[in-house]
């Protein structure tokens, strides 16, 4: 009896540490989901005003750096785009690494391009659908986006790189 007392407790222990360990990533998952949504509203934001600053929250540097060449593309253009996400739709989340994270989307984007000289409507999209793997990494306890891939690939095989 003694013994299935003890079997108890040690199971009981090892549910307990268990629920801790996954609530813990449940809560993660939680706020990596957070993070892409507030980076796709940064992002749109920046686009608009021509400010990449506005990912500094939410994006590595590198990955700011990344939007910031092709936003400085548009200007050259002398365009501005204007993108507002229409729906989000999140796989599973996962932790490959430690302080790492990875989550695919599937996203539906309309786009405005605007000129800068003329505020008239150059061109525009709507229903634009993204499959999408943002990977994220812990800093200073704050999940940011540091790199996205688009998953959705072109007839020749390559992957096409998503501008929202």
């Given at each position: 009896?003694r013994r ?10 090892a549910l307990?540490?268990?629920g ?6 449940v ?5 990596v ?8 509203t940064?992002l ?6 021509q ?7 939410v994006?590595?540097?590198d990955?700011a750096?990344t939007?910031?060449?092709q936003?400085a593309?548009?200007?050259?253009s002398r ?10 739709e999140?796989g599973e989340?996962t932790?490959?690494?430690?302080e ?5 989307t599937?996203?539906l ?5 605007e000129s800068?000289?003329t ?6 999209e709507t229903?634009?659908e ?9 800093q200073?306890?704050q999940?940011?986006?540091n790199?996205?891939?688009s998953?959705d690939?072109?007839d020749?095989?390559?992957e096409?790189?998503?501008?929202p």
């Open positions: 009896m299935l007392g003890i079997l108890i407790a040690v199971l009981a222990v307990f540490a268990g801790c360990t996954g609530a813990e990533e809560d993660a998952a939680l706020q989901r957070d993070v892409v949504r507030a980076y796709n940064a749109a934001q920046a686009y608009a005003q400010d990449m600053n506005l990912l500094n929250t994006a590595t540097e990955q750096l939007e910031f060449y936003m593309a548009l200007g050259e365009v501005r785009m204007i993108a507002e996400l229409k729906s989000i999140f989340v932790f490959p690494e430690p790492t994270a990875s989550v695919t599937f996203e984007w309309d786009y405005v391009h800068l000289d505020s008239e409507t150059v061109a525009s229903g634009i993204y499959r999408l793997r943002y990977d994220l990494l812990l200073e306890g999940w940011m986006v790199a996205v891939t998953l690939e072109t020749s095989g390559e096409t790189s998503p501008t």
